[in-house]
């Protein structure tokens, strides 16, 4: 069995969004909460899958809005996630989140002030692991857990609904 093989058949629930995209999604939930998708676009790839899908969301209650994109494509950063955040007072920018054991870089502006922060990031894997180990010990749920996991599932369903343009029923995702 090829590593990677499953990302790219449609059968196994391959593509971008399925195997990358859950992350953006689950920061977007996180950090806006409840959103509507807007408008969602998806490259079909040869064998079928969706190799890059982009994605304008507004936010339920505030109202801001913002661009998500995933993609399984070769680029210039390796396999390195970035996350950038830009707000009217400043922005935060954050290269490897998913793996920062694998080169992790936090930068944030404000008022067009850069400011760097560096420290040791530990494997994302080893964090997780401790999470488990600590809701186990303590019999308290995960926070990716439960309703999380739901919330997140029917983010992606929408953004799938209304990837052949813009959504016509503005879906809300909690």
Known sequence: ????????????????????GCYPVHWTRALIGAFHVVEAHMHIAESGVDDRT???????????????????????????TTLTIVGEEGEVFVRNPVAPQMGFEFRW??????????????????CQLEAICNGLTSATPLPTEGDDIVGNIAAIEAILAASDGPSSDCRSVD
């Open 109 to 126: 502006q404000h008022n067009g002030v850069w400011r760097d922060e560096t420290f040791e990031a530990p494997s994302s894997y080893a």
């Open 54 to 80: 982009s994605v304008r969301f507004a936010a339920r209650d505030s109202g801001v809005t913002g661009t998500m994109m995933c993609s399984m494509e070769p680029h210039d950063r390796g396999r390195r």
């Open 1 to 20: 069995i090829r590593l990677g093989a499953n990302r790219w058949t449609p059968a196994t629930g391959g593509g971008a969004l399925m195997e990358l």
